[in-house]
């Protein structure tokens, strides 16, 4: 029969209609192809019932808008809330079913093929079954979560609108994200078969429109602010912010001049800025200007390296700029590459 978590045991007494969701799903796109006795099947959906109840839980203990006074009267009535109104619940429930499908021949309830051409032809026909299901899930929720990806409890999408989770992608327990996450492949086309999508550690946030790409890890208790473009890995107990706005002026496809260098960014620092990117080391000066005219009495030094440039404002005197279009430009061989209206410049500048 249905199990309880004992953790989450005041809330289920309403597991039923999770169960029997679950149950109708699995009557439609499994048992009716995979012979399996009684037991098995309440075993099954039991089974997948426990971890859906998990994700349900995750929405209903860290989103406020699913919590509601009714549950004081209405027993398990936020719980009643999110299953019938919340989409990125819906699409979760949906790959945890696609996923047991996807997956059925290495489960210990699978039937054994030995050779069987016709099992065989089951495992392929079950996987054409769990992906139009995640298909079919994308196009009622906006939310597309490949059924071979793995992911552990207590997973929770809110809003959700245009996530994507890769195929190879695996998630750990206790992760909550936003709408428009991208976990995905590091290249459009042309990616090589095999781990190509992020490993996310446990408990792990991610906020709106990150973007995850390539085979690399995010480690455990670490938080992704919204917007985040992340492509190298994370350490555990590590914040990703944007705290930076920058324009870049880069030569267009009929320039007749050519910069190296990429910047990623620019954060404002106790004695000045640091700058992110590629190739810093080509840098020969870094000037500060007004009205693309330098600013001869503010002194600046620079520490650059391959990937970062520290730029130390000595004099104090830059705070008479405050309102004028600063402009960092960076001097080398071949061009200047302006960094227009840089505003960790400005956060500097403001703070002194």
């Excluded at 429930?93 to 290495?106: A, G, L, Q």
């Excluded at 600046?300 to 440039?309: F, G, K, N, P, R």
């Excluded at 130390?312 to 005197?317: A, L, S, Y």
Aim: charged letters at 25%; aromatic letters at 8%.
């Amino acid at each position: 029969m249905i199990t309880k978590d004992k953790k989450y045991s005041e809330y289920f007494d309403h597991l039923e209609t999770t169960f029997n969701t679950i149950n109708d799903i699995l009557d439609e796109e499994f048992f009716s192809c995979v012979p399996t006795d009684n037991k098995t099947k309440e075993v099954i959906v039991s089974e997948l019932c426990q971890v859906v109840q998990g994700d349900l839980m995750a929405l209903v203990t860290f989103d406020p808008a699913a919590k509601h006074n009714y549950d004081k009267v209405i027993k398990g009535y936020d719980q009643k809330y999110v299953q019938a109104t919340y989409k990125g619940f819906e699409a979760v429930r949906d790959y945890r079913i696609s996923h047991f499908i996807y997956y059925y021949s290495k489960t210990k309830y699978a039937i054994k093929d030995n050779g069987n051409e016709a099992l065989i032809m089951l495992e392929a026909y079950l996987k054409l079954i769990a992906r139009n299901m995640s298909e079919n899930s994308k196009v009622r929720t906006a939310i597309e979560i490949h059924p071979a990806s793995i992911i552990g409890e207590r997973f929770a999408i809110d809003h959700g609108y245009g996530t994507v989770i890769g195929e190879t992608c695996v998630i750990g327990n206790d992760c909550y994200i936003l709408q428009g996450v991208i976990l995905g492949a590091s290249k459009i086309k042309g990616n090589k078969k095999g781990k190509r999508h992020p490993t996310i550690g446990n408990n792990v946030h991610i906020g709106a429109f990150a973007r995850i790409t390539g085979n690399i890890k995010v480690g455990d208790n670490s938080k992704i602010c919204p917007n985040a473009v992340i492509y190298r890995s994370i350490p555990p107990h590590s914040k990703v912010k944007i705290d930076n706005q920058i324009q870049i002026t880069t030569p267009g496809k009929n320039a007749k001049w050519q910069c190296p260098i990429v910047i990623y960014g620019v954060r404002p620092t106790n004695n000045g800025v640091t700058v992110y990117g590629k190739k810093l080391e080509l840098c020969r000066e870094v000037k500060i200007m007004v009205n693309r005219s330098k600013i001869d009495n503010i002194i600046i030094s620079s520490q650059i390296e391959s990937e970062q440039i520290f730029i130390t404002i000595e004099h104090n005197e830059i705070v008479k700029y405050k309102k004028k279009n600063l402009i960092m430009c960076f001097v080398t061989k071949h061009c200047n590459l302006l960094l227009l209206q840089t505003q960790a410049l400005i956060d500097y500048i403001n703070s002194k």
